[in-house]
């Protein structure tokens, strides 16, 4: 189990005050207990001093047999303490003269070792008596030697008095008990404020520590609500204004990095179209010299062509070579026209035209040729018009290129899907076919002058390269995507005619 600061604080706490009451209580048990055990000397001192005068009235020497009255009254004399176990008369050459039975609850207790006889010799008058402690039992005794003297000050005999600490030691377990009571009813009241000051000094910190993970996540916005005036509210001061600082820096970041990426878009948007730009210079260039040098004797063999194509009857064998001529003169003249359109620019004039108008009829314009006859164009507009600013003819030669680029990919059979759609502040024109569609490595190079992905002599490559310079032209945008009917779709993404503010996006884009 995880020990949070909380429970250690609650252990430290209470392990703490649990260690003072019992140093206390070791501290208090023996200075009491010595205080006590030096009146218990002093107490038995006094006793020993008035006891034995006049233990040495009622005893001549020893007690007769008929003496019993006496004995009876030493007995009754000496009891008044309570302590006391016994009494010995001894003389100074270590003979036992008298030995008391033992008092009160001592009757089956055995007598300790007699003292040495160099301990009951030796004495002056007027001495203190000689006090020891000795083992006894289970417990222990208190030894007192009083010696007695007679008229001459010569010492007769020495009276050991035992006397029991059994007092004391009922005083220090009272003590014990007392001082238990005490501590367990300490603990009980102070154990729940222990707990309650480690909750108040651990809460702040569990929530620094898991405002700390929350910024660790990202969560720069976590602050903490710690208004302690104390250092752990210093601390949380210090972490909200990290984690302000933090998400300022976060914002700044964050605002360069899209600014960044918005200038590498705009670098590669501009690198990209440099790039055509040269490209149609250089194409621009060419198609003035090949218009020129090409076009006129393409021409003239074209005109001589069609007037033998007149002569010619029609079973006329050569009639078929001469047809070819034309087409190829013909196809020559479209490679010269696709060059001068990417190379002309000029002023362009836009207007509000209604798309879905031009695309039914550009549609309808296509339906009747041979191409279209098992390809179908449907055409899916929203009921309000979708009103665009651009010019007509590029936008409709940018569609009829659309559609016969769809219907010659499907082979002349399958359907033709053009769907206009308002996004935000363009219309979307799409087609879709369900032809072979456009491998994702080519979706860039087929708007390249001269690349295309028809057979020999079926396409000069010029006619996407033409359709985005077209919609560029015009403010808008032309690209290829995959379309849900398994083929290519083409769209275009044209700004809406919306009022002024339209009308001046459109102008700057032009």
């Known amino acids: 189990m995880r020990v949070t600061l909380g429970r250690k604080l609650f252990l430290y706490t209470g392990g703490t005050l649990t260690l003072v009451l019992l140093m206390t209580f070791l501290v208090l048990e023996r200075s009491q207990a010595r205080q006590w055990e030096e009146h218990l000397h002093a107490q038995s001192r006094a006793f020993v001093r008035f006891a034995t005068p006049e233990l040495l009235k009622l005893f001549r020497g020893s007690f007769a047999p008929g003496q019993d009255d006496a004995q009876g009254k030493v007995v009754e004399f000496l009891a008044v303490n309570r302590d006391l176990i016994g009494f010995t008369l001894i003389s100074p050459g270590g003979r036992v003269l008298f030995q008391s039975p033992r008092f009160g609850p001592f009757a089956d207790h055995p007598w300790p070792e007699p003292p040495a006889p160099e301990d009951l010799s030796g004495f002056s008058p007027g001495a203190e008596p000689l006090l020891r402690t000795l083992p006894w039992g289970e417990g222990r005794a208190l030894e007192l030697l009083m010696p007695a003297f007679g008229p001459t000050g010569e010492q007769v005999l020495t009276v050991r008095y035992l006397l029991t600490y059994a007092s004391v030691d009922a005083r220090l377990a009272e003590m014990r008990a007392s001082f238990a009571r005490i501590a367990c009813l300490s603990l009980l009241a102070s154990l729940p404020l222990v707990a309650l000051a480690a909750r108040r000094v651990s809460q702040p910190i569990q929530s620094l520590t898991e405002g700390a993970r929350a910024v660790a996540r990202g969560e720069l916005d976590t602050r903490l609500q710690i208004a302690n005036r104390d250092e752990i509210g210093g601390l949380a001061r210090a972490f909200n204004h990290m984690a302000e600082n933090l998400s300022l820096s976060r914002d700044e970041l964050t605002a360069k990095n899209r600014e960044l990426i918005e200038a590498n878009e705009n670098l590669r948007q501009v690198q990209e179209q440099l790039i055509r730009s040269e490209r149609l210079a250089a194409i621009g260039q060419l198609a003035a010299g090949v218009s020129h040098e090409i076009d006129n004797p393409v021409g003239i063999i074209l005109g001589y062509a069609e007037l033998l194509l007149d002569d010619l009857d029609e079973a006329d064998p050569r009639r078929d070579d001469v047809l070819a001529i034309i087409a190829e003169c013909r196809r020559c003249r479209r ?54 600013f651009a010019e007509p003819d590029p936008l409709r030669q940018v569609l009829v290129n659309l559609l016969l680029n769809a219907a010659q990919a499907m082979g002349g059979s399958g359907e033709v ?9 363009q219309v979307s024109l799409t087609v879709d076919d369900s032809g072979p569609g456009v491998p994702l490595e080519l979706r860039e190079r087929i708007f390249d002058p001269f690349f295309s992905t028809k057979g020999s002599g079926e396409g000069t490559g010029l006619g996407l390269s033409l359709c985005r310079k077209l919609m560029e032209e015009q403010g808008g945008s032309l690209f290829v995507a995959d379309s849900p009917a398994g083929g290519a779709r083409f769209g275009l993404l044209l700004p809406v005619t919306s009022g002024e503010k339209s009308f001046d996006k459109l102008g700057d884009a032009s």
């Open 335 to 388: 490679i010269t026209g696709g060059l001068l359109g990417l190379a002309r620019g000029g002023a362009v004039r836009r207007e509000s035209l209604r798309l879905a108008e031009l695309a039914e009829a550009t549609a309808a314009s296509l339906r009747p040729q041979k191409l279209f006859r098992q390809v179908p164009i449907r055409i899916q507009a929203p009921p309000e018009p979708l009103e665009v």
């Open 417 to 425: 899907a053009v769907t206009l759609e308002r996004a935000e502040e």
